[in-house]
């Protein structure tokens, strides 16, 4: 399927932009780089994005380098920090961070999930943490494991 037809723009200067960025994913490119892309200023870029995408360039990008990592995630063997750096963030944290926002879970875990076909209370409850486990400690039975 066409950029296009996915998401149904037709402003040049914009698909331009949008292929850039899914080919951009491990080191992302500026705002301004983008706007150089697409032909127009940099404010006439956001002002397109929130148009025709209903979002932020910014947050946009990160939607794109998160479906990516997912997919990394899901179907190879790389770490999440050997993921975090192919989708672009600098570092496993912030990577994790983000992702669990975007998804409700831990990239770890969703790995497991789907490698396993379990729920994620399955895969907390063998590894003795909380569902929202982030990789910190977490507290079992009055203690700090």
């Not at 994005?49 to 910014?58: K, W």
């Not at 990592?69 to 961070?97: D, I, K, M, N």
């Amino acid at each position: 399927m066409s950029l296009r037809e996915r998401y149904d723009v037709r402003h040049a200067g914009l698909l331009r932009v949008l292929s850039r960025m899914e080919d951009q994913l491990e080191e992302p490119l500026p705002r301004a780089a983008l706007a150089q892309v697409s032909g127009v200023s940099l404010r006439s870029l956001e002002r397109l994005f929130r148009a025709h995408l209903g979002r932020s360039i910014g947050t946009h990008y990160t939607a794109l380098r998160l479906e990516h990592a997912r997919r990394l995630l899901r179907q190879t063997s790389l770490s999440v920090a050997e993921t975090a750096l192919a989708c672009g963030f600098t570092t496993a944290e912030h990577f994790s961070r983000t992702y669990r926002t975007r998804f409700g879970v831990a990239p770890r875990i969703d790995r497991r999930i789907t490698i396993h076909h379990e729920r994620p209370r399955e895969v907390a409850e063998r590894q003795q943490c909380t569902p929202d486990d982030t990789g910190r400690k977490a507290v079992v039975s009055g203690s700090i494991e």
